[in-house]
């Protein structure tokens, strides 16, 4: 798998979100941007364990994706980061980068991985980010794939 077409199709999955009326649509990038434009989605760190099977047929990949919000309002600004890591609905990031699984038998991220899967949501809290502080959280992201391209 090429790690950074990986990180980008996780963020153009994570760009089918739909959020409530009145909210800035939701920025997303698969690198650590310079500076946030709130809300926002990007693609962090990633950890590769290689040889998961003989032969170089398949590598895992775990992302650390980060979700933050502005904090012009805390109440406002959870309530964003809420929406964004509920298990379903519009504004589901879960049910958005889920859906680049694909059909069952094809591939996922428009053929550069085996599969995928959100495994968990963790570190919901204050970050601070290019000086500025934002409430947010993390996504770690499962995708399996092919090690030999």
């Given amino acids: 798998m090429q790690i950074s077409a990986v990180r980008d199709a996780i963020a153009d999955a994570a760009r089918a979100v739909v959020l409530p009326t009145g909210i800035a649509k939701l920025t997303c990038t698969g690198y650590v941007p310079d500076a946030v434009t709130a809300p926002c989605f990007f ?10 099977a003989m ?9 650390t994706c980060r ?13 964003i980061i809420d929406a964004l890591l509920s298990g379903s609905g519009p504004a589901s990031l879960k049910a ?7 059909a069952p038998g094809e ?3 428009g053929g550069l991985a085996d599969d995928l899967h959100l495994q ?5 809290r204050w970050f601070e ?4 502080t934002y409430v947010g959280a993390e996504l770690i992201l499962k995708v399996i794939g092919d090690g030999s391209t």
């Fill in 43 to 52: 693609v962090g760190e990633v950890e590769v364990n290689f040889d998961k």
């Fill in 55 to 63: 032969g170089r047929k398949l590598d895992e990949l775990t992302f």
């Fill in 67 to 79: 979700v933050l919000a502005g904090r012009a309002d805390d109440r406002s600004s959870q309530r």
């Fill in 96 to 102: 958005a980068i889920e859906a680049a699984r694909g």
């Fill in 107 to 109: 591939m996922a991220l």
């Fill in 120 to 124: 968990r949501v963790q570190g919901y």
């Fill in 129 to 132: 980010h290019a000086g500025s």
